[in-house]
């Protein structure tokens, strides 16, 4: 019994692993707070979908980029901006995001993460318009991000400032909606 506990034990977290690995990190940008029956609070992931799979997944690399962002992580902001790379060379249609991205993957100050991303942001932003097939992807604002205000997309309403970690992460405003007609 023991040793069938153990090897269920194993391949559980090896299940779990590969699920992580596989389908990377939540973005709480994404999250949804619904009750259930008992008036419990929980989370339901809103999903994005785009009329491109190599599109969907560089915009699913993006918001995790932003999350990294958010929490002043410059490693994973590298990390996955070099991953954005691999995936804008697949799709083939955004030279000025694969440019920006490769810059991204180098800086390794935060800072400078910061003033490319808001470049990232401003190549994706034809890419996202008329491409969202479900739910909705929000262009965001705060006047005070780099010096002179710069924009950022998510997929909740709810403002998580990637410019800012720790303090003033409420501030900015939805200043744009795209979602499928």
């Not at 400078?112 to 996202?128: I, K, M």
Request: with cysteine; aromatic share 8%.
């Amino acid at each position: 019994m023991k040793n069938l506990n153990l090897k269920s034990v194993l391949l559980t977290a090896i299940a779990v692993s590969l699920s992580v690995f596989t389908y990377g990190q939540v973005d709480h940008s994404k999250m949804k707070m619904t009750h259930d029956k008992g008036g419990v609070m929980k989370q339901k992931e809103m999903a994005v979908m785009l009329n491109d799979a190599n599109l969907n997944k560089a915009y699913m690399h993006y918001t995790i980029i932003k999350e990294a962002m958010f929490k002043g992580d410059a490693k994973k902001v590298q990390m996955m901006s070099d991953m954005l790379v691999s995936i804008l060379h697949t799709y083939g249609n955004a030279p000025q995001a694969l440019n920006i991205s490769v810059a991204l993957a180098k800086a390794d100050k935060i800072e400078v993460q910061r003033t490319l991303f808001a470049d990232l942001t401003g190549a994706f932003e034809p890419l996202l318009k008329g491409s969202v097939t479900k739910g909705a992807i929000y262009k965001n604002f705060c006047p005070m991000a780099n010096g002179s205000g710069s924009y950022w997309f998510s997929n909740s309403e709810k403002i998580v400032n990637p410019y800012f970690s720790g303090n003033m992460t409420g501030c900015g405003s939805v200043k744009e909606t795209f979602k499928s007609i």
